[in-house]
Structures are given as C-alpha cells and as structure tokens.
C-alpha cells in the first residue's frame, strides 16, 4: 500500500508520517491520512483509495465521513487517547509543565486513572487502519494511575521532585494560583482533571488490527533517548 500524510506539523503527525514511510512499498491502493482539524478540512476522498482521521472533533468528522461516502471510499477515524511523545499537547503538556515549574498539585492517595497512548503507536494504529471503515478509540489498553503518569513524567523531567498534598489544600492552592496567575480557572481545572478517571475502551480496535501497543509509562521511564528519536 501506498501512504500519503497530511497535516505532518500537527501532532502526532511526524510520528505517523514515519511510520506511513517506513510501511509504503510503493504499490497498490493509496491511503490518505489527515492529522488534525485543518488537513481534514482540507482532504479531497476522490484522490485517494481510502482515509484515515486522527485527532478530529465531532464536526469536522461527520463533515469527512460525509465526503467520503459521496466518494465511496471507507474512512477509518481514530479517536486517540490523551498522547504521549515529544511536541505533544494538551493534558499531559500542561502536567509536564507544571512539574518543571514546580507548580504541579500532586494530591496524596490519588486513585484517579487515565487512558494514554505514545505516540508511536498512534503511527502504528493509523497505517494498520488504512482500508477500514469505522470509528474507534485508540489507547495502550491499560488503566494507568494518574499518580504514576506524575512520577514518569517528572523522573524524566530530570528527577524533578514534586510534593504531596491532601486534595483539601490542592485546592487551596489550586485556587490561589488561578488568582495570583490571572489564569482562569485553569488550575482548578487541572486539579479535578487529574483526580476523576478518564478511560476509553480501545479494545475493539486493538484486537480488530492485532496491535499490541506498548506500556506507555514504562517507555517514558525506561527508554533511552536518542539523536533517531522523533
């Protein structure tokens, strides 16, 4: 199959280009894959064999399946957990830089689980995906701690040490900030995201292409960086 990326400069989009261009062999059906908002927006289904969606709200996905049903040509739509890997945004952007500013509000006795996936393997899924038709969550199948993901994170983040707190001053503290920063509510924010669960359920699609994908906290903590890295 052949492999065509757009939206490379949106994450996780170097990940999933080099992973469409180390599996392109140069023959057969050609896949488009569009990472983000604006490469789907922008994606033409007649040019192309087949879709692959990663990273899209509700509305520019109902707008793409709309365009490729006109075509005739299956879209596949990975809605990816919160994604781990260098360039990536959101959630775990803001934990990473909380814990190097010292900021962050490590509550003591945290249950809270979360849904993750590095972001190699959102390339992996993307390229196994091309052909299909549906939509499915993607994560690492695992339930992991929010606690851990905090300790990974930091310990690569040159061991930063981050305290503990009850969850009644968290919130003390949480709302001093969001003063003192002129932020919002963003701290408060935050701080209820990091103690509620967050879960999808990835299993389907996991057994449907047969990808193991690893554990991404273990990578993060274990693996050595380098200068090949994305």
């Known amino acids: ?7 490379v400069t949106t994450f996780p989009g170097r990940f ?6 180390r599996t392109d062999n140069g023959e057969g059906p050609l896949a488009l894959i569009c990472v ?11 040019k192309a064999d087949c879709v692959v ?14 365009a490729c ?17 260098t360039g990536m945004t959101g959630r775990w952007r803001d934990m990473v830089n909380a814990i190097y500013r010292g900021i962050y509000l490590r509550v003591d006795g945290n249950k809270a689980r979360a849904s993750m996936v590095h972001a190699l393997d959102v390339g992996r899924a993307a390229v196994m995906t091309a052909g299909m038709n549906g939509a499915w969550w993607l994560s690492d199948g695992r339930d992991h701690l929010v606690d851990d993901a905090v300790a990974a994170l930091a310990k690569r983040i040159n061991d930063k040490r981050v305290v503990r707190m ?13 003063i003192v920063t002129h932020g919002g509510a963003h701290a408060r924010e ?9 879960l999808v359920d990835a299993r389907p699609l996991l057994d449907a292409i047969g990808l193991e994908p690893r554990d991404t906290l273990e ?10 890295d994305l």
């Open 166 to 178: 009850s969850l009644k001053k968290a919130r003390r503290t949480a709302l001093l900030l969001d």
């Open 219 to 228: 990578y993060i903590s274990t693996h050595v960086y380098s200068d090949e």
């Open 53 to 66: 969606a990663v990273g899209m709200a509700d509305l520019g996905a109902d707008r793409l399946r709309e």
């Open 36 to 46: 983000g908002e604006a490469a789907a927006e922008a994606a033409d289904p007649e």
């Open 190 to 198: 935050r701080l209820c995201a990091d103690t509620s669960d967050s």
């Open 16 to 21: 999933i280009e080099s992973e469409a261009l």
């Open 69 to 85: 049903n006109r075509a005739g040509k299956p879209l596949a739509l990975l809605r990816c957990a919160p994604t781990i890997g």
């Open 1 to 7: 199959m052949k492999f065509k990326v757009e939206g």
